[in-house]
């Protein structure tokens, strides 16, 4: 079956929001329903949609994986406990860790993030909960990437031919589907949410796990993170659609107090798009790129190189694996 | 020993060059020397300084070790053609990259092609040759990040209580072993080399092996060759100290035509500096690393990403391992 967009131009926010939440409504009827929150834009839409098709039949839960930013619980729950919305997070570090131990092919990463988070946490959580349903965030650009082949996101199913239900016990509605980022954007700004979320950068489902090149360990986790937050903060006014840090595998040379060091590399990508299928990198300031630099060589331990993406997408994608 | 320093700004060239040609044909006597031209300016000058002081007594060779940039053994021996210097041009590719074959550690790398330079090639040139002297474009840059553990540079051995005699079965002269990059270019035009060798971009002993991350393959030097004539082509007039292209092992996903490509990272590193010791990424225009990307990702097969080098030496080192 064909996905009938619905262009950012074209979509009246309003009308779409109303007719989302009849469809959830009818669709879950007297039954309940449980969603998964990451805080970003998709996400957060789709739980505020859910929130107002069902009220306290939609559980909400944060897993926390081990793999998010800095503060990133704290900051969702708040904020979402500010619009009335109860946000249960649940500590999962210890499964998605045990599950990339050893892992470092880009689709073997994905894969472990996306049955451990299906399989494991979320079938745990449904069985717990009695829900038959599941909401999620999955966007038009998303089925077209792993349909393409290109990246296997972590919530298509229908496309891939395995059946949720079956596979999972649980049924998945996904009521933004028929949009990209900037028509999820104005359906967010039209729930309410605030900027920093409606206007906030995609990050990806498996998170840190996709910027770290090769194996996913909590001390290769450690240090993309924190490169993540100078990253953040330093291209916070840098109006672009997204920026990240990457840790990679490969060691280089490099030399602190006159003497040598094998050390790491972390490559920043900052992206301008308008609906992540095509984008160019962002063109920094040399100011910019300067002080990026040489706050994640002063912050980050063992870090002796740090470089910035200049390729476009195609032929680069946004995120690295 | 310590060595004593000429910087530049202090260094009178003619007396130097009249010094280290004087020192030369009194060492090497009515003996015979040989000598290693890379076409860099360090072996051009030490060339230069060797036909002043012994003529024919000296014999050049290009040694062919399969590393080099495209087209440089006929420019270089063209070049030297037109000097009055006589060059030959010695095929070793086979025992360079046999030698290479499996190696991933930098180090390891590194003492390879020393090996290989020194032990096999050089030492059956010299047998053949009966010479007992080998002049050699050793800088004191060289010696510093030798003696500091940074890099072991191909060309030092005293400094690493190596005597060259007993394990070579040679002599060394290291005429330039006084100055730093900025003498030598000094030096270097004042024997009369053209602009093209003595404002020429300093390029690394093992040469593109310095700039392939893990092992150095035919197919691998193939693909970092194609980015260099790119890098060089488009940067020759950024008034860089040093540019290059450096292929990492680590692969990134990509998509051409609609469909996933796992593919390869070129990362781009352009210099400014006076003398080595420490330098700063040149601040290049957008236009400029975006014609780098762009032609990199169209000429280079496979290449789906494209990175600019944005740290200062130190923390960084000029290549990458």
């Known amino acids: 079956m064909t996905i009938q967009e619905i262009p950012a131009g074209t979509l009246d926010a309003a009308k779409f929001i109303e007719e989302q939440v009849r469809q959830i409504s009818q669709t879950v009827g007297t039954g309940t329903a449980i969603n998964a929150l990451s805080g970003g834009v998709d996400s957060s839409a789709v739980t505020l949609l859910g929130h107002k098709a069902l009220g306290d039949k939609l559980k909400t839960y944060f897993i926390q994986n081990g793999l998010m930013r800095e503060g990133e619980p704290e900051r969702v729950q708040a904020l979402f406990h500010s619009l009335g919305v109860r946000v249960e997070v649940v500590d999962a570090r210890e499964e998605f860790l045990g599950a990339l131990k050893g892992l470092t092919d880009p689709e073997e990463k994905r894969e472990a993030v996306t049955q451990t988070f299906y399989k494991r946490v979320f079938g745990r959580l ?164 300067e002080a990026l630099s040489g706050r994640i060589l002063a912050e980050v331990p063992g870090v002796v190189s740090v470089t910035y993406h200049i390729a476009p997408k195609p032929p680069s994608t946004m995120e690295a694996i």
Request: with cysteine.
């Open 126 to 289: 449904v069985k717990q909960s009695g829900a038959r349903f599941l909401l999620q965030g999955t966007i038009l650009t998303d089925v077209d990437e792993t349909v393409a082949g290109i990246k296997r996101q972590h919530n298509v199913f229908a496309q891939l031919g395995i059946d949720p239900e079956q596979a999972f016990g649980y049924r998945i509605l996904e009521p933004l589907v028929q949009l990209r980022k900037d028509g999820v954007r104005k359906v967010a700004e039209a729930l309410g949410l605030p900027p920093s979320v409606f206007g906030r950068m995609p990050f990806p489902g498996p998170a840190l796990a996709a910027r770290v090149i090769g194996e996913t360990t909590p001390e290769r986790l450690a240090l993309v993170r924190k490169a993540t937050v100078i990253t953040e903060d330093l291209l916070a006014q840098a109006g672009a659609f997204q920026c990240m840090a990457i840790l990679h595998e490969d060691r280089v040379t490099g030399m602190r107090e006159g003497r040598r060091e094998f050390g790491f590399q972390i490559e920043i990508r900052c992206w301008d798009s308008v609906d992540a299928r095509h984008a160019t990198p962002t063109r920094l300031p040399w100011e910019t790129l």
